[in-house]
């Protein structure tokens, strides 16, 4: 018996990696093709895929819908900017440490949350949003107030420049980036094909029924919670690392970024996440493009991509809410 | 003594809109078991129709009169177009399960607060403008003294208690009011009792239009117009419907009030910015203390 389940275990393990080794070769076949631009662009694509995996996880795995992802985000990112300005760690020392204290986050607000039904959730949530990021004026002398915490990716050690050549600063916030949603994408693949993601979408489907096959619901939920914390920590975390960590990087619309974005690709699948990442970062762009042949007024064009993603958002929840991935994609046995 | 009034005076005028936005929630909630996070989105964009009139040279009062019915004809076509689609959604496969069944509304909610929220910055533009308001916004004079308490203040709680009365005239004492009752309790036994329960939902979302925008009109005097002001105005309301109990209208009234004087009062004695922390403060000790809210019958969580 168990070495039918370790058995079982490895191939699990080497699904998930042979996936995490094909979207890492994905990715950096894509970015040699890329401009300077779309480097950038590409790295926000890795940086919001962990972010969107956070949401995934929690509301598309185990049923329950936080519009505060945001504030957990923001708690990475002041975590590490923290410990950058003020301990001098590098950010590979201060990553680490900042997502046990999202972990942290995640498990006060799991044990407070995660009783709370739908959308009490929701709303509870969303005023979370809304109040964490005020905390940065509360506690100026640390958090620097509105000013936030300019941090950033700093420059290549030396190795890495002998081994691979002086990469260029758009190059490198994307080489940060992919370690980090590679390790993501590895065990959010992992989560989902074992045994912890058979439990959280049974909590999901009906808890009474979870919890009389002997899925121990309370924990679990708390559980989901302290996992997507740490996803959604260190999102914030790199997502601080472009430029600065302050109250104005990490709005509430943030939050309904990760929401719109993993709703769109398909709230139940890795890869309907990364699809629906991918949409919601280039979706201005190709809009831009779009509407460049007509001459429409600035007005316009600035609220084009917030009215098209919102439309899309509308569209997706009445016809098809298993977004682009589709139902046939996330039917995990 | 003089900050003391001032902050009861502002939270009891403040506390009479929050009521009527948290009695808007409410009524959908208990209507089509939606929360409906679009609400003020939907008042913010009556609002602005509100006030092109009157930079036409419409009087204040038809624009006012306009406002409220496109808030009611909004909040009708957002459940014929968008929200009874999706009640209807419930066998396939996604929506089977309960939690998602509460998840998948409350996500269309917020595609139609994007859309309104676009829409209001492309055809208005997204700078702030001033909303008039009907009466002088300037304190009485008692012996010598300026009282920080205007006649638009008492213009509004007159206005908001007037709506209350009728609000709940309307459930007590008419036929369509038992109606949406009985629908809120149980809508499978109201349709075999011979209800038109779409009708009735409908009717829920159009009450609810209606009062959010009048909530609009009687807040923006005060805070400005722009696409964005008013999400702070329902976030208020939700801690307000869920400190009254989200299924009781009288609840919601309470909450409203209560939820007013708290944030007049921290932002009279602390600053302005602290207004959020004091909220979250509020709704995670009543989801603590009193899950179901201080009217409310039913628990906001299972254990």
Redesign the interface.
């Given at each position: 018996m168990h070495a039918v389940s370790k058995a079982k275990n490895h191939s699990i393990a080497r699904k998930s990696l042979r996936r995490t080794i094909f979207f890492v070769a994905l990715i950096l076949f894509a970015a040699s093709t890329f401009d300077a631009y779309n480097q950038a662009q590409l790295a926000l694509v890795l940086i919001l895929f962990i972010g969107v995996l956070s949401v995934t996880l929690l509301t598309g795995i185990s049923g329950q819908l936080s519009l505060g992802q945001g504030a957990l985000m923001a708690v990475g990112g002041y975590c590490m900017a923290l410990l950058m300005t003020n301990q001098g760690y590098t950010l590979w020392v201060a990553i680490p440490l900042a997502l046990v204290g999202s972990a942290l986050a995640g498990l006060l607000l799991g044990i407070s949350a995660a009783r709370l039904t739908g959308p009490y959730l929701a709303g509870t949530t969303l005023v979370i949003a809304l109040a964490i990021p005020t905390l940065a004026n509360r506690f100026m002398s640390v958090l620097k107030g509105d000013e936030g915490l300019p941090v950033d990716v700093g420059y290549p050690p030396v190795w890495f420049t002998n081994l691979f050549g002086e990469p260029s600063y758009e190059q490198w916030q994307l080489y940060v980036a992919l370690p980090f949603a590679a390790i993501a994408l590895f065990l959010a693949s992992n989560i989902l094909l074992s045994r912890t993601g058979r439990m959280w979408r049974a909590i999901r489907d009906n808890e009474t029924a979870a919890a009389l096959s002997g899925v121990n619901f309370s924990r679990q939920k708390i559980f989901v919670f302290v996992v997507s914390a740490t996803f959604a920590g260190l999102s914030g975390a790199l997502y601080g690392l472009r430029g600065l960590v302050g109250p104005s990087v990490y709005p509430v619309s943030l939050s309904l970024l990760l929401l719109t974005a993993a709703v769109l690709g398909g709230i139940r699948s890795i890869f309907g996440a990364f699809i629906g990442t991918v949409i919601v970062v280039f979706l201005p762009d190709w809009i831009d493009a779009v509407l460049h042949q007509f001459e429409l007024s600035e007005q316009v064009s600035n609220f084009m991509p917030a009215l098209v993603s919102s439309l899309l958002l509308i569209l997706t929840v009445v016809i098809n809410p298993a977004g682009v991935a589709g139902t046939h994609l996330h039917k995990h046995k | 003594m003089d900050t003391f009034l001032a902050a009861l005076f502002s939270g009891t005028s403040r506390g009479a809109i929050y009521a009527l936005v948290a009695l808007g929630l409410v009524i959908v909630?208990r209507g089509a078991g939606?929360?409906n996070?679009a609400q003020m989105g939907q008042a913010m964009f009556s609002t602005y129709i509100a006030s092109t009139m009157i930079t036409n040279g419409n009087s204040y009062w038809l624009a006012f009169a306009v406002a409220i019915l496109v808030g009611a004809v909004m909040g009708v076509l957002l459940d014929i177009l968008?929200m009874r689609?999706?009640s209807n959604?419930k066998k396939?496969?996604?929506?089977?399960?309960?939690?998602?069944r509460?998840?998948?509304p409350?996500?269309?909610s917020?595609?139609?607060?994007?859309?309104l929220?676009?829409?209001a910055?492309?055809i208005w533009?997204?700078e702030e403008r001033g909303f008039p308001a009907p009466y002088a916004q300037e304190g009485f004079t008692v012996a010598g003294n300026v009282m920080p308490f205007t006649s638009f203040d008492v213009f509004v709680i007159s206005v908001v208690l007037t709506t209350l009365g009728l609000t709940t005239l309307f459930f007590k004492k008419t036929g369509v009011g038992l109606a949406m009752r009985a629908t809120a309790l149980n809508s499978e036994v109201a349709r075999l009792s011979g209800i038109r329960t779409n009708f009735t939902r409908s009717l829920s979302w159009a009450f609810s239009g209606a009062a959010s925008s009048l909530a609009g009109l009687l807040i923006t005097p005060t805070s400005n117009l722009s696409p964005n002001t008013l999400?702070?105005v329902l976030?208020i309301g939700?801690?307000a419907a869920?400190v009254g109990g989200?299924d009781s209208p009288a609840g919601a009234v309470i909450g409203g009030f209560l939820v007013g004087m708290v944030i007049s009062f921290v932002s009279f004695y602390d600053t302005p910015?602290?207004v959020?922390?004091a909220?979250?403060a509020v709704?995670?000790l009543v989801?603590?203390i009193r899950?179901r809210g201080i009217l409310g019958a039913k628990d906001?969580?299972?254990?």
């Open positions: - | 909630w939606i929360l996070y968008v689609p999706l959604k396939t496969e996604l929506l089977s399960s309960q939690s998602m509460a998840a998948i409350v996500i269309a917020l595609g139609i607060l994007g859309v929220q676009a829409l910055g492309i533009a997204a999400d702070l976030i939700f801690t869920v989200l910015e602290d959020f922390l909220i979250l709704l995670i989801l603590i899950p906001a969580r299972r254990v």
